[in-house]
């Protein structure tokens, strides 16, 4: 980056002095000065880049083109469109580099975030569960959801503790286990009496809770 900041100050001022010398001191203050420098290193008062580092970028960048006279630089043989051309080559490098970096992170990072994701979304099906589950079995009808009645219509009879135990892979699951308890209460008794109506009462409250799960997770 400071190959580039210092090329990008020097090609304005070749350009604005029309010849092949600069004052270092003029170079060295239009790059401490440089809008990009700024904004990547922390304002600290001091010369982020100092005449040492600039005379040996440049030395490296121009070898054997360039003398020190009297705080001037002359430049040999270099001509303004190629130190365009090298700016921008050395901008498109640094930029390729740059965003092989930024890919070779979000490869190392987006499984991290999608394992955090995808634990958060366990805890809050957890939750959810255990919500709901607590919200029936503190109904004042509770036992409701937990009788059984030999030769009835009910073909598989639903635990809710043994639902406490297991863990949904989506809210469409977690609320189907818990319909069911609903459905099989329902059909345990006879309409319109009042475990059949405590049942309906609970469906109801079943689904605003869903509802409710439904919000948080998305």
Known sequence: MDEIIVLQALYALLLQNKSSRVSLVRLQTEINENHLLSRLVPSTGNQVLSVHDILETIKRLFPKQTSLTEGQITFYNLQLAELREMLFEMYHASRKRLQNEIHALETRI??????????????????CRDTLLNKFQDHGHAAIY???VENSAIKQPL????????????ILELQAW????????TLLHRTGSPGWKAARASQKE??????????VLE
Request: net charge negative; charged share 25%.
């Open 110 to 127: 987006d499984p991290l975030l999608e394992h955090k994701a995808t634990s958060q979304r366990t805890r809050l099906l957890e939750l």
């Open 146 to 148: 937990e009788e059984l």
């Open 159 to 170: 635990n809710l503790d043994g639902i406490r135990t297991q863990t949904p892979t989506s």
């Open 178 to 185: 818990l319909q069911l308890c609903v459905a099989n209460t």
């Open 206 to 215: 079943l689904e605003e809770t869903i509802a409710f799960v439904r919000s």
